[in-house]
Each structure stands twice: as structure tokens, then as C-alpha cells.
């Protein structure tokens, strides 16, 4: 059976401000700590550009929403490809807030209650409220996007904030559809979470004055950084504890969310098993983890997925030999290090 082990248990801000819940040594605390601060400073800013009667429900979103991890993303690239500048830290908001955005909706269509351990805007208002609130910070962050000088910058960002919506929408669209293929699954996931993850690296080099041959190389170090975290993700919604993590889990099956141990899982089945599973599946049985343990080759299905991201991890780490020698660099080399290492601790 495989363990759910302590180290696999946080990748969120955690892993970025406090130093105390991973290994040191695989992720640059010091280094990214000055600037994500500066983020967040910037993100309060754009929360008072609001009507005073929104500007509540916006602070109360940005202080409980995201992870931080994509503007994290943006300053690493940024400085292993050149020297940092405000508009790494403008584009490092901007990406932030789309993905505010997403997970205020993401917490309405799942039905979630908790996020980082406090109530969901749905949960708290309703989710008349929490759409609108979505669509503003939608809004607002490609109406930031609209102020870089680069136009290149703006209609990049608004393809990536299509790419979320579309996957959303596929993923919702396939919800208890038993003839989703891996094929499907890594579309959606590539959408839904590498395209903010490619936008945040490929624009940072972009900033930078990067060659296109560098700017490419980190479009292709995200997505497969961000699609290998999905993957993590996943596999966390199906074994993961919610007091640690801090949101809603087990919400994929329920929702009808056939993510990639569960696609595994179907392919490894024997025909009676499948039909058992395929069954709970559609009839929205309870799916917990002892009921998945019951079935065969579970896990080995657990085990696929996780060799799935781990051979993306790599991939992704591939891409850093183009860039030149330095702490940022070493930085990016790092997180995939500290990804694996998170992946590990599933085994």
C-alpha cells in the first residue's frame, strides 16, 4: 500500500515562506522571499482600485486564495535570464490574480467549503457573489496586462487566461465520461494548469530580453513543471489529509473528475473490476480510498502516475542547461528537485 508521507503534504506558500515544513536545502526560501513579499504588497495595491463596496470581498479573496507559486515562477525566471525589473513583479500580479480568479470558481463548480483552511467565497457569500468576484479579478488583471509596453506581453497573457477558462470548461464538459482518454486528461491538465505555469516562465524571459531559443526553453520548463504539479495534485485529492493540506479534497471522484491514478486504474482493471468501478463512478458511489484499495493493481495505478510526473520533472529539468550558471538557475534546478522529492514522499 502506498504511504501518504509528511513531506508530501504542503506545496503552497508554505513551501515558499516557511522554512520550517521542508527540506531547506531544495527550495530557494531567501532568495524568492523579498520579492514574493513585494507581490503581495503590489496584489493589496490593486485591491484598493476597487469600488469600496467590493473592495472587502477582494481583500478577503486575495488574503485566502493562491499559492504564490507562478510569481514565484516569474522572479526565478526573470533573474536566470537577465536582471529583475518591475514588470516582473507587474506580471508576477497579474498571473497571481487570473489564478485567483480560477480558484474562486473552481470552489463554486467543486462545491468546495474550505481553502487554505478558511471559508470559500462561495461558502461565504454564496456563489451569485463568488462568480462576479471571479469575473472581476479576471477583469482586472487583463486590464493590467493592457499597460506593458511589449504588446506581445498582453496577448500572451490573455491566451493563457483562454487556455484556464477552455480547460475548465473540457474538464467540467467530462465530468462522469467513462470514455475520457490519458490523452484527454493531459489537454485539460496542460490548459488548466501548465499554461499559466508556461506563461509565467516564458514571459518572464521575454521581459528579460531573452532570445526567442530561451523564452521557448522556459515556456517548455513550465508547462511540464506545472503539468507534473496537476498530476501531484491530483494524486493528493485522492490521498491526501485535509486538516494538512487546507482545502476541500476527494472532491475529483465525487465530482466525476477522472484524473490520471483513476485512468490508470481503469486501464489496469480486469473487466469485472472495471464495470465495478465504472459503476461507482457514474452512479456517484462513495469512492473513498479504502473502496479504491479493493481494487486490483491500485496500486500500481498510484505508481504509474506518480513515474508520469517524475519523468516530466526531469523533462523540465533538461531545459535549465540552456541557461547560464547562477543562484536563480540553481534556484529553478531546485524546485524540480523539491517536486520530486514531494513525489517521493508518496510512494
Known sequence: MLQF??????????????????????????LVRPYIKKVESHIREQVRDFDPGVEPYMEYVCATSGKRIRPALVILTGGATGELNENHLNLGVILELIHMATLVHDDIIDGASTRRQVATANAKWGNGIAVLLGDALFSHALKLSTEFDNQELCRAISLASREVCQGEILQTQRRFDLNVTKEDYFKMIEMKTGALFAAACQLAAIISGSPKKISTAMYDYGMKLGTAYQIYDDIVDLIGSEDQIGKTLGTDLEKGKLTLPILNLLDRANPKQKEQLSKRIIEQQALDLPV????????????????????LVAEARSTLDLLQASEFTSAMNDITLFLDQLLQGCR
Open 292 to 311: 479504491l484499495v479493493g481494487i486490483a493493481e491500485y496500486e500500481g495505478a498510484m505508481a504509474e502516475a506518480l513515474e508520469t510526473a517524475s519523468c
Open 5 to 30: 508521507s509528511g513531506i508530501c503534504e504542503t506545496f503552497a506558500v508554505t513551501m515558499i515562506m516557511n522554512r520550517e515544513t521542508v527540506s531547506p536545502d531544495l527550495f530557494p526560501f531567501d
